[in-house]
């Protein structure tokens, strides 16, 4: 066996993804592309070391140099989320999740949650984090046709159950959650209220979203890598300090040695990079990104497309969520692919498996990190209108795609606007 030639072969796969989505429209609501100097912070020696513990606690010599950046890090996501608490060690938002359950339930305790079928994480089901630490679940009920949490049958849950925790944050969050008074609800019954953001991270720290630490939360998880246009990982924020709170201790213990090790130190470098940029593009980035969807939702609406939540304003996140037919949301995703537009299928209220979902789901998130505004989301409207509307051939379609996209590779709202992230780390790799 030629192993080089195996080695080789991941390579090639590596370049043909950059090249994809470097012609392609990416619209998965979860991603999104780094900025230069975040992705120059991966190829670091950083990459290789190990730092468990805390600055200046370690269980490792060698960190003098990390403990500079974490420290950054923390100081920074603290101003960026005005928090007295952050976390940066969580290698995910599930890990995120994960730490503040062991932290602050016990297996058998109850936990009120939105179920995964009307938009909550996997991390808060059965199936994900929740049901690895045994709580019971105790579910929300949902507007439909407002898209959200159904605020008067969430408080006759919540005093009924009594949980533990009371858990809000979705995967298809189009609106912010009515938090203020679901959380004055659980606080009265003694539950801790814990906010996922990781969809909205970076909406809420550019202020266009909702403040969860304002308006209620105990603690805030997230994920750095969607509206936070940062490296994979997670973080959580809180709005008391270790001193005035033996529970934000225990999630210190809850992220380590509770789910991590070693945590993925040029992930932290990274983390620290985006926070920067955020604090100082994060405004007008966030702000564009909410026009950009709420137009091309109007957009597609116009053109015929069942678009959620239209009497609602479609939304006011990055995300668009539109029915194609029943159980189609999968054959959809795929001729959207075909054609060069990289989206996901998507449960729609009514839907019962995730895998036969009726739904498509977008982001336009990295769109907008390319420097696109409302005008590129009326072209991009009348792409989805070709494929799925008029069943143009899909081959016609993406070579449009593709030279529509030949205007729009450049990083914007970072430290290097302009700069092509693949180029950039090219060079620096040279």
């Not at 805390?54 to 960026?80: N, S, W």
């Not at 799925?388 to 914007?412: C, G, P, S, T």
Request: charged share 25%; aromatic share 10%; with cysteine.
């Amino acid at each position: 066996m030629d192993w080089l030639k195996e080695a080789m072969f991941v390579r090639e796969m590596a370049e043909k993804n950059n090249n994809m989505f470097g012609d392609y429209l990416p619209m998965i609501a979860s991603e999104n592309i780094l900025s230069p100097l975040c992705k120059e912070m991966l190829i670091t020696d950083f990459h290789g070391r190990y730092a468990e513990g805390t600055p200046g606690k370690r269980y490792y010599q060698g960190c003098k140099y990390f403990d500079e950046v974490e420290k950054k890090a923390i100081e920074l996501a603290k101003k960026l989320f005005d928090a007295k608490y952050a976390d940066v060690r969580p290698t995910a938002g599930t890990v995120a999740n994960m730490a503040i359950l062991k932290a602050w339930a016990k297996p058998g305790d109850k936990v009120t949650v939105l179920d995964t079928a009307d938009g909550a994480h996997i991390s808060f089901g059965k199936w994900g984090a929740a049901g690895l630490r045994g709580v019971e679940l105790h579910h929300y009920p949902f507007d439909d046709e407002k898209m959200n949490i159904d605020v008067e049958g969430s408080i006759k849950v919540i005093r009924e159950v009594e949980p533990k925790l009371a858990l809000f944050g979705q995967s298809v969050f189009l609106f912010p959650t009515p938090l203020k008074e679901l959380a004055e609800v659980a606080h009265e019954v003694g539950a801790k209220v814990v906010y996922d953001a990781a969809h909205v991270l970076g909406l809420i720290a550019g202020g266009k979203f909702q403040q969860p630490l304002k308006e209620g939360a105990d603690v805030m998880s997230g994920s750095t890598h969607k509206t936070l246009p940062g490296p994979q990982g997670g973080v959580i924020l809180a709005n008391k300090t270790r001193e005035e709170s033996d529970d934000i201790k225990k999630l210190d213990w809850g992220v380590f040695p509770g789910v991590t090790s070693s945590y993925h130190l040029h992930h932290v470098a990274a983390k620290a990079i985006a926070f920067a940029e955020h604090l100082a593009f994060g405004k007008e980035y966030a702000e564009q990104i909410v026009k950009n969807a709420k137009h091309l939702a109007e957009t597609l609406y116009n053109m015929g497309f069942n678009v959620l939540a239209a009497d609602h304003g479609f939304t006011e996140s990055h995300q668009i969520l539109f029915k194609v037919g029943e159980k189609k949301g999968g054959e959809a995703a795929i001729k959207l692919e075909e054609a060069g537009i990289i989206a996901n299928m998507n449960m729609v209220p009514g839907d019962e498996h995730p895998m036969y979902p009726s739904g498509i789901r977008l982001g336009v998130q990295e769109l907008t990190r390319l420097g696109m505004k409302e005008q590129e989301m009326e072209e991009i409207a009348r792409f989805f209108k070709r494929v799925l509307i008029e069943n143009e051939e899909a081959e016609r379609v993406r070579k449009d795609v593709i030279n529509f996209k030949k205007n729009y590779r450049k990083i914007h709202y970072c430290f290097y606007e302009g700069e092509d992230a693949y180029e950039y780390i090219k060079l620096v790799q040279e």
